[in-house]
């Protein structure tokens, strides 16, 4: 199980920081990875983060947000920064290892 948390309504310029805390898989081996969907949209990747700690990010994203985990806590964390009207989505945590997880969705909404 993916317990998501952390959305909410910012203006842009702002800040959010998204939790992922997982259960009931070996965290420290999977692939972690964030996913986002805007209505009328496809869920698309945002970042991804490996058991290593290797970081893949969307190229509209890059350099403002930050994915990271805490194999002790189960938990992967997207830190957004500098948040835009167009990252207005709901947020999907994901897990991958021989079978694909995904968590609840948490909104995020950016004001202008």
């Known amino acids: 199980q993916l317990q998501a948390s952390g959305g909410g309504l910012v203006q842009a310029g702002g800040s959010l920081r998204l939790s992922c805390e997982a259960s009931?898989?070996?965290?420290?081996?999977?692939?972690m990875g964030w996913y986002r969907q805007a209505p009328g949209k496809q869920r698309e990747s945002v970042a991804s983060?490996?058991?290593?700690?290797?970081?893949n990010y969307a190229d509209s994203v890059k350099g403002r947000f930050t994915i990271s985990r805490d194999n002790a806590k189960n938990t992967v964390y997207l830190q957004m920064n500098s948040l835009k009207p167009e990252d207005t989505a709901v947020y999907y945590c994901?897990?991958?290892?021989?079978?694909?997880?995904w968590g609840q969705g948490t909104q995020v909404t950016v004001s202008s």
């Open positions: 994901r897990a991958q290892n021989t079978r694909i997880w």
């Open positions: 983060i490996t058991s290593g700690g290797g970081t």
């Open positions: 009931g898989i070996i965290f420290s081996l999977h692939v």
